[in-house]
């Protein structure tokens, strides 16, 4: 079989970059291997994201861009999928003349068959079709992963939960669970091609299995907990709603499962939390943080905020910004709220102005900054066990000319999913040993705004 190249460009979250990999997978049977050299490829893909008004603003953009290659180039065949492709669907051709393939959030075991066919028919094809259920036909064995040693897998997906400003729901279908038995073969054929660590992905993963009645989301953690060779779990994202006392059980039972949960929170006023429908009110959602803390109390939580939701008023403002300082999260995303097809809270009359969001999501992130650099600081001598995913950037930029000289510099991360950048220990006989995929206890020297420095501990 000729061989032909797949450029992929993945817009949005961590579950796109998983779709990316099934899409490579499911071409691989079709000859077609992934090249990062746009020029070369036969197939260009673009797998998109309409969370926010942005992200889909950048999906046609780069959509835009190829309008020379298709010109100068006939052969190559493009391709638009993910969420403004099922959002969108025939509109994109007439928007966009020379895509040759729309394909839903459903489509991708379809891909090939499409592919073929406009190679051979030269014709336009857009497939949004979306199914009830999971069948464990979309989905094959990943055969790539973002980096050798942390690998994403996809164990449900859609969203019943309709929060008003949100179009997931809309574009990603009704919530469905992948049987436990495959996620485990899954997980077991990538810590067989040497990945330590897996997150486990998913709108509300904390759902897992319900609407199935299958198995919960912390049975199938205990399972995955077992599997031999694998160090780390990790998984996002959780709904405050739904955080069982099981599963914070789980983060002090389960040996693998890292002491970290990404719990978005949104707002931390009532009224708002009514308007975006989160189905909680600030004090559940705190005490349901007072509650993981007894239960793992060094657990790191993460949080999404938006700001300038309809309504939201300077009093709504102040008690999200008071929430931030009671929580004191390990991290923060923060988004200006935008209006979004089809989502319900696109129809609210009081639309707050974009320079207050601005304004709003600068001081959130100025109050934030101030938390993580306190967390940061604490950890600051400190004995740290970090899973080391490669080389550090800082490595390569120090290493230009001189490298030789310098010890090597390694990237990773703690349990609580902070980035650290230490020395690896330098031989000097110029044979090093490659840290890739091993746990190194790491003393923590010095706290950056965005990460950690430090030293391997000696040994005891
Ligand atoms: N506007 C701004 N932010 C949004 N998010 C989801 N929908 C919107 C929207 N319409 C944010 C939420 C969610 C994260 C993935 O994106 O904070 O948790
Ligand atoms: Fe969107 Fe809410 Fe579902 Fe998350 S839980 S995907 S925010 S509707």
């Known amino acids: 079989m000729q061989s032909k190249h797949v450029f992929i460009y993945t817009i949005g979250c961590q579950m796109n970059v998983y779709d990316s990999q099934q899409m490579t997978a499911f071409l691989a049977s079709d000859g077609y291997t992934p090249t990062e050299d746009i020029d070369t490829a036969d197939l260009i893909i673009a797998n998109t994201c309409t969370i926010r008004a942005k992200a889909e603003q950048k999906a046609f953009s780069f959509l835009g861009r190829l309008a020379t290659a298709k010109a100068r180039r006939p052969g190559l065949i493009i391709a638009i999928g993910g969420c403004v492709a099922q959002q969108e669907g025939e509109r994109i051709l ?63 997906r859609g969203c019943d939960n309709y929060c008003t400003y949100c179009v997931v729901p809309h574009v990603r279908g009704r919530e469905a669970s992948r049987s436990a038995s495959e996620i485990i073969s899954e997980i077991e054929g990538l810590v067989a091609g040497g990945v330590r660590e897996v997150t486990l992905l998913g709108q509300n993963v904390n759902s897992y299995g319900e609407k199935e009645g299958i198995s919960d989301f912390p049975e199938l953690l205990a399972q995955i907990n077992a599997i031999d060779g694998l160090t780390r779990i990790r998984f996002t994202t959780s709904h405050p709603k739904d955080l069982s006392e099981p599963l914070m059980c789980a983060f002090r039972d389960l040996s693998k499962l890292c002491d970290h949960i990404h719990l978005p929170v949104q707002s931390g006023s009532d009224t708002i939390l009514k308007g975006m429908n989160r189905q909680y009110t600030r004090s559940v959602y705190l005490d349901r943080v007072a509650q993981l803390r007894t239960y793992c109390p060094t657990i790191a939580i993460t949080s999404d905020i938006i700001v300038g939701f309809p309504g939201e008023d300077e009093a709504d403002f102040q ?9 004191g999260f390990d991290g923060l995303f923060v988004f200006m709220y935008s209006d979004r097809p089809n989502a319900a809270a696109t129809r609210l009359p009081e639309k707050v102005a974009e320079t207050v969001k601005r304004d709003r999501l600068q001081q959130v992130l100025s109050q934030q900054e101030a938390h993580t650099r306190r967390r940061h600081r604490a950890l600051v001598g400190q004995t740290v066990t970090v899973l080391v995913e490669g080389r550090s950037k800082q490595d390569h930029a120090a290493s230009g000319g001189v490298g030789a000289r310098l010890p090597v510099q390694w990237m990773g991360r703690t349990d609580g999913n902070k980035i650290v950048n230490f020395a690896g220990v330098d031989e000097g006989s110029g044979e090093r040993r490659n840290l890739t995929g091993s746990t190194v206890d790491v003393i923590i020297k010095k706290a950056l705004a965005h990460s950690l420095w430090g030293e391997i501990a000696p040994r005891r």
């Open 94 to 156: 007439r928007r966009v003349p020379h895509v040759d393939i729309v394909f839903g959030t459903h489509a991708v075991s379809r891909l090939p068959d499409m592919v073929r066919q406009v190679a051979q028919r030269r014709c336009r094809i857009v497939d949004t079709t979306q199914v009830e259920g999971i069948d464990a036909h979309e989905f094959l064995p990943t055969i790539a992963t973002p980096s050798p040693v942390s690998a994403f897998v996809t164990i449900m």
């Open 319 to 327: 008690a999200t910004q008071s929430l931030i300082d009671a929580v």
